[in-house]
């Protein structure tokens, strides 16, 4: 029984060594070799970088009118609601008549009386009993009173609060019989035909852009047809200290149907074109920490991991500033989850021997 324990025991250890050298032995001829994965050539190509986003539809300033009370007074009728559609002098909010009413006929009669008194004194001054610097007073006393019974109607005007534009009302805080305060608005009416877009947007693509950049206005859903279109008009200059991102507004130039304000939208904006970029799709690019890597295939068919710099991107393509050249062939489906110095199949890099496609 020993002997044969033995014998046993030589003939497992005289397999085993057989199998390390078998696995020795492919090592030796080659990289494992993975099937399915696609490859493609890296292309030098014009590249239109792009930048996604979602954008706020808003009245364009000077085009947006805050109404608020003149003097502290009481609301006796508010007569429009949020988003409803005004006319230019269309009555928004009426304050109570009875104080401006009674402001007017105070000033018209501190003006009658300041007029009097100036019309006495210059005939008390031709006539030499009254000195000249008196009349130069009562002309001073006379000019502050006009002034002040222009103010009064003005204000009488003003109580009732009418748009001074046609638009859409975007904002109504005025509450029926409550103390209207002059430092608070009351009513917002924007005009609807001009809108702009406002963006905020990280700072490193905020600095991509320029004024008059295009900006595409897209439809909700996969495949859907463009909203629009605009241009970029403001860039902002400052970090929002809340948000740490910048605010750009896009005027909209063309819309397929009426934009309403306050909405939000999915838009598009051409960040630049470069004329010779290294151009990748994608599905090449591999996450490594923080940065990306791609499999590049050498002459024998093994694919090495190789770290790049990522630069722009749009839709399908991505700009490598750093780590590839134009004709190196690189791994693009079946990346992702690749281990290095592996075999790609022939069949996988025939399969894509033409060009990354160009950008948009």
């Known amino acids: ?24 032995d492919e090592g030796a001829a080659g990289a494992r070799v993975v ?23 808003s009245g364009r300033p000077g085009h947006v009118a805050t109404l608020g009370a003149p003097s502290a007074s009481r609301i006796v009728a508010v007569r429009v609601v949020t988003g409803q559609h005004v006319t230019a002098g269309e009555a928004l909010v009426e304050l109570d008549q009875v104080a401006f009413r009674a402001a007017v006929n105070a ?11 100036h019309a006495r004194l210059l005939r008390l001054a031709d006539a030499g009993i009254t000195p000249r ?32 534009i046609a638009g859409v009302v975007t904002q109504v805080t005025a509450v029926l ?23 905020t947007l990280p700072p490193a693509q905020a600095a991509m852009l320029h004024a008059g950049a295009r900006v595409e206005l897209l439809g ?44 939000t939208v999915a838009v598009r904006i051409s960040a630049g074109t470069r004329s010779r970029a290294i151009v990748v799709p994608i599905e090449a690019l591999v996450p490594d920490g923080e940065s990306f890597k791609v499999f590049v295939v050498d002459a024998t068919g093994v694919a090495h991991a190789r770290a790049v710099e990522i630069g722009g991107r749009s839709d399908a393509l991505a700009e490598v500033t750093r780590g590839l050249a134009a004709g190196e062939r690189i791994v693009t489906y079946g990346a992702y989850g690749m281990d290095d110095s592996v075999r790609v199949a022939p069949a996988g890099a025939a399969s894509a021997a033409k060009p990354a496609p160009a950008g948009k």
């Open 107 to 117: 000033a018209d009669a501190a003006l009658a009386a300041a007029d009097k008194q």
């Open 133 to 164: 610097r008196e009349v130069e007073m009562a002309i001073a006393e006379l000019a502050a009173a006009r002034a002040g019974a222009e103010t009064a109607r003005r204000q009488a005007d003003l109580s009732t609060i009418r748009s001074p």
């Open 220 to 263: 909700e859903g996969k495949g859907a047809s463009a909203l629009g279109e605009g241009t970029t008009t403001t860039i902002g200059g400052v970090v929002d200290s809340a948000t740490r991102a910048v605010i750009v507004r896009a005027a909209v130039r063309r819309s397929v149907r009426r934009l309403q304000i306050g909405e």
């Open 1 to 24: 029984m020993r002997t044969a324990s033995c014998a046993i025991l030589l003939a497992s250890l005289t397999l085993a060594g057989c199998a390390k050298e078998t696995d020795g």
């Open 177 to 199: 019989g409550a103390t209207a305060d002059p430092a608070q608005a009351l009513v917002q009416v924007a005009d609807g035909d001009v809108l702009d877009l406002v963006l």
């Open 35 to 57: 099937t399915g994965a696609r490859t493609a050539l890296v292309a030098e190509q014009a590249f239109s970088e792009t930048i996604e986003a979602t954008a706020i539809v």
